[in-house]
């Protein structure tokens, strides 16, 4: 179910601080007072924090996720829920990767290897370490794959992971891996997605012959916002930071790359933009009409999911484009580490990654697979604009506690800020000129 700007601070139980948020409709929050401020501040530092803040009534262990048993290529029977899966199967995945993304590599691999039992779980980024440092972990992975870089970054760095030799590892780019332990299996973009008649009313109001126009970067986005939101007042969707690991990673990222972050944040809250934990969520309200406008979603899932629905539109920004690249290590606790190692080195060798090019959205990152498909392809495309987000001790400092909360703290403030005077908000949207575009500033 979709979240219509939700009460935020409702993970602390502090009276003082929940009286001053009611019913969404309201708009909680408005009245920026010292007391409201301070109330927002404390129950963001205090409350658990894993990737980023979460409320009371997420448990990322309690979460539906999906599971596929496979054998030569053939769907199998999974093993009764009393027994130990780990031993059941030959090579356990875990990873935050849609089944529809990967299935067609899952297949390809179990085929080659009919010999071995495959089980594929499928969870949030925030489930998967939740599942991972629960203990007993049952069942144990061989393979830990995940879209939120720093959680798996902090776990390779705390030891978690092997030591890896297989020959295409060891022959993997420096960029793409860190040590010998944790290794980028895709390259993907992060994308913007509308509905094409939200975008043919947007441009009949400014006059533009070619809908698409109306939104090519972030900049555009964000003057729609500023231009255009009673249109567009609850039609907007994105992350939210605080349950979504990879939306508080894209949050972090985009804050480093446009100094114009803080005043998009702000803009989307004025427009009362809806947030959820999930790319399948935003893709799903736009398919039923319920928003016009999706922010910052993963782009392999959009234009697979944009296939089937024509009346949408995978638009990727032209000023800059954040590029998540989903890491994998093999766990030091996993049941069968060679079964692991063997199916990451089969991903990123030449034929693994042709597989990747041709079977999905993901991105092949090797250097000598070109064309559609592939990052090379997409860096001929778009240049200077692509902004990966590099593996490194960069994404330890999305994890700290208090650099998160603090985060966290300005980015619920800045959600929640007031909405202009009507006087003020007529002579804004009455000026001709926008302000000139910022060069973006490099993640560094």
Sequence with gaps: MLARRPPTGQQHSDNRCSDHHGHDNHRPGRQRSGRLTACLVLAVLLSPVSQAATQAAFDPLLEEHQSLWLQGGQPVTAPAPDSDAS???????????????IRPLLLRYSRQHPERVLHYVNRSALGL???????PLTPQADLMISS??????????QGHALALEAPNLAAWPANSRWRNE?????????VMVARRDALKRLADLDGLRNPRDVLRSHRDFWHLLETRREQLRGRIISYDPRRSGSGFTYAVSDARQSPRYWTLVRAMGQADARLV???GAMLEALASGEVDIAYNLVGPYAVTFARAHPELVVIVPEDYVLIQRRLAFVPQQAPHPE??????DWWLSLEGQQAVASDSQLGALHPEVRGEGSAQHMREQLGDALRPIEIGPGLLATLDRLKQASFLSRWVLEFEAPAPYAGEASLGQGQSQ?????????NQ
């Design 182 to 190: 944790l290794y980028a299996m895709s390259f993907e973009p992060i």
């Design 129 to 135: 370490e939740a599942q991972y440092l629960q203990a």
């Design 277 to 279: 934990s999930t790319t």
């Design 148 to 157: 939120a870089m720093g959680l798996q970054y902090r776990l390779a760095n």
């Design 339 to 344: 079964a692991g190692e063997a199916f990451l």
């Design 87 to 101: 031993h059941a199967a030959d090579l356990t995945i875990h990873a935050a990767l849609d089944l529809p993304e």
């Design 434 to 442: 926008i302000p000139p575009a910022t060069q973006p500033e490099l």
